[in-house]
C-alpha cells in the first residue's frame, strides 16, 4: 500500500522556520522525484520545490533562497527546511512522489498545515 505521511507542520511566527518531513511508504522511493506543493485557501495548488533522483533541484522563483529540499533515500524521506517564514507561506503543504519513466505513477500525501502567524 503507497504512502506519502508528512510531518512537522504547524503554527510559527513570522521570521520563523520549519522543516517538513515526508516519509514514503509502498513504492521504490530512489526512482521518484519528490516535490512539494502548497495550497492557500482560494488558490490553486502550487510547486514549492522538487527534487530529482540525481539531485537536481527546482524551486519556486519566490521562495529561492528562504527554502530548501533535500531527501534520504535511506529513509525514504523527502524534507522541505523552510527559513524566514511570512504570512503569505500560510498553507497546506503536500508531498508528491512522481515516477517520471513509463509507467507513470503520481502519488499524493494529505497534506500539512502551516500557518505562520504572531
Known amino acids: 500500500q503507497v504512502q506519502l505521511v508528512e510531518s512537522g507542520g504547524g503554527l510559527v511566527q513570522p521570521g520563523g522556520s520549519l522543516r517538513l518531513s515526508c516519509t514514503a511508504s509502498g513504492f521504490t522511493f530512489s526512482m521518484y522525484v519528490m516535490s512539494w506543493y502548497r495550497q492557500a485557501p482560494g488558490t490553486e495548488r502550487e510547486l514549492v520545490a522538487s527534487?530529482?533522483?540525481?539531485?537536481?533541484?527546482n524551486y519556486a522563483d519566490s521562495l529561492k533562497g528562504r527554502f530548501t529540499i533535500s531527501r534520504d533515500d535511506a529513509k525514504n524521506t523527502v524534507y522541505l527546511q523552510m527559513n524566514s517564514l511570512k504570512p503569505e507561506d500560510t498553507a497546506v503543504y503536500y508531498c508528491r512522489a512522481d515516477r517520471q519513466s513509463f509507467p507513470r505513477r503520481i502519488y499524493w500525501g494529505v497534506g500539512t498545515q502551516v500557518t505562520v502567524s504572531s
Open positions: 527534487l530529482n533522483t540525481g539531485s537536481s533541484t
